[in-house]
């Protein structure tokens, strides 16, 4: 009995002791819709998130994956939110900006030419898949 008490003290020692290092968050934002509001809304998001774990001495991993008609907040010189995205990526490195292939490949085919993007966005090969990809990496999932 005492040599389970024990062996509790120290683990709860041991996870105090982890606690004060900080904890590391990792939290995936989805947009899917061409609506500036939203757009907004989750820019807030990830800045009101950054900031409290920031305050609070923990670490957070926020990536934001656009896709369907969302990734018009990726679309250079169509995006309404691209000026806080580049401010955003300049004061952190640990916020991404991730832009669906598919939804892509299917405007650029629509335009008739490549689509452009802006510098931030990195195409990975489909915002759905990408969003479970994080997912099942402990990421906690947000849709404003």
């Not at 939290?27 to 009101?48: E, G, R, S």
């Not at 926020?62 to 995205?85: C, F, H, Q, T």
């Amino acid at each position: 009995m005492i040599k389970s008490i024990a062996t509790a003290a120290i683990l709860a020692a041991m996870t105090l002791g982890a606690h004060a290092e900080g904890l590391k968050h990792k939290i995936a934002f989805h947009v899917n819709q061409n609506d500036p509001q939203v757009m907004n809304m989750t820019l807030n998001n990830v800045a009101n998130a950054k900031a409290y774990y920031d305050s609070v001495g923990d670490d957070v991993i926020i990536e934001v994956v656009a896709y369907g008609p969302g990734l018009n907040m990726y679309v250079a010189d169509k995006s309404p939110v691209a000026d806080r995205i580049a401010t955003m990526s300049l004061e952190s490195d640990t916020i991404s900006f991730s832009a669906c292939g598919n939804t892509h490949a299917a405007m650029s085919k629509k335009a008739g030419s490549d689509v452009a993007l802006i510098s931030e966005a990195h195409l990975v090969p489909s915002g759905v898949v990408r969003l479970v990809e994080l997912q099942e990496d402990d990421y906690s999932y947000i849709r404003p």
